[in-house]
């Protein structure tokens, strides 16, 4: 880092899951994956206000044939926290993902409320709810729902041809995740969740679209797979962020 008011924070994220074709789809059954860097980079402006970009391209794809552009994805989001009061800060920003179908960019809303000194509830509209628990001075560990979407790129090896297509998934995620500071410049994160709803679209690349929508039943949802998540950040304060 390059003053004690900043953080860098390098990382890498995998999520894999089953996708289970209805009879009558013309795709086989598929395993999905996500693959990628975080990259980001923290700053105070000012005593109260605390500003973050993080950058993290990744491979969205079945990983059947060789890679195009049209697999990878790059997604990121620019946040700022503004403290309020000791115990109440506001987020806004922006974010670029798939989570929405119709929009890769839209904005973002939220606060961090400390209830207690050891218990903090997090909201980040319309994405995300979290609340934390403080262990110790070093460990935190949190419980949490998110909105999470993506757009992989699929091929099929049908006797139809090969097609290749979009799967563009919607899904809710529950997870469990903790955050370690090993010591004054260097804390490790990670976390492990699964869907518990969801739904799909298929937009087949060719002439004629061929378009499916629907809900995951509660048997699909247990085959949909998990999120394995680890970053480590690195900085250099030794105190608390404004959200931390």
């Known amino acids: 880092a390059t003053d004690p008011d900043s953080m860098v924070q390098l990382g890498g994220f995998f999520e894999g899951r089953r996708f289970e074709n209805e009879p009558g789809f013309p795709v086989e059954d598929k395993n999905l994956y996500e693959a990628g860097v975080h990259i980001g980079y923290s ?4 005593d109260d206000t605390y500003v973050e970009g993080m950058f993290s391209p990744g491979v969205y794809s079945d990983l059947d044939g060789n890679l195009t552009h049209d697999d990878w994805k790059w997604h990121g989001h620019l946040l700022a926290t503004h403290r309020s009061r000791d115990d109440l800060y506001f987020k806004l920003g922006l974010e670029s993902s798939h989570v929405f179908k119709d929009t890769s960019l839209y904005p973002v809303a939220g606060l961090a409320w400390i209830i207690e000194p050891n218990w903090r509830l997090d909201v980040l509209a319309p994405r995300e709810i979290e609340l934390s628990y403080l262990m110790d001075s070093a460990t935190t560990l949190s419980l949490g729902l998110a909105l999470d979407g993506q757009r992989y790129r699929v091929r099929s090896s049908l006797a139809t041809g090969k097609i290749e297509s979009d ?4 899904e809710l995620n529950l997870y469990l995740g903790g955050i370690h500071r090993v010591d004054d410049h260097l804390s490790l ?4 969740g699964a869907a518990v ?5 298929r937009l087949a690349s060719h002439s004629v679209d061929f378009i499916k929508d629907g809900s995951f039943t509660k048997q699909d949802i247990s085959q949909t797979g998990g999120i394995v998540e680890i970053t480590a950040l690195s900085d250099g304060s030794t105190g608390e962020y404004l959200a931390p």
């Open 43 to 46: 700053q105070f402006i000012s």
């Open 167 to 170: 799967y563009i998934t919607q």
């Open 189 to 192: 994160f990670g976390r492990v």
């Open 197 to 201: 709803s969801g739904r799909m679209l």
